[in-house]
């Protein structure tokens, strides 16, 4: 793994968090985007190296609007970048990781993804994220 690319904060409404965030981060959010395959609206900021997305559902049975409804709003992943992600998908799958997509799927911000189980990451839903070169 490269470096952290990204914290998932799950927000219940874009409206409402891009302001509070364009202050407390001291910038503005520089790219908004839906993701339609993961029902969600993103909202992007960079601090330094690091990202922070804005994740809100789109849809009620969304995975952000569970996720909220379960634990309310606040941070929902860790993304980290790595150089070739089938290959670090398979190096963490030999390790006993349990993979949620058994292969990379398009993401925000022109990215391949895959996510790990909490289950298998100490309850931290793990992203796993490449720059799609395609």
Known sequence: ?????????????LQDSVPLF?????????KT????S???????FRQGETKIELLESTKPEGVIQAFIAKKGEGIHHLAFEVEDIAAEMERLKKEGFVLLN??????ADNKLVCFLHPKSTNAVLIELCQENRR
């Open 22 to 30: 364009e202050k407390l981060l001291n910038t503005p959010c520089y």
């Open 33 to 36: 985007e839906t993701v339609e």
């Open 102 to 107: 058994e292969t990379p799927k398009k993401g």
């Open 1 to 13: 793994m490269l470096r952290v690319e990204h914290i998932g904060i799950a927000v219940k409404s």
């Open 38 to 44: 993961e029902a969600v609206n993103t909202a992007f």
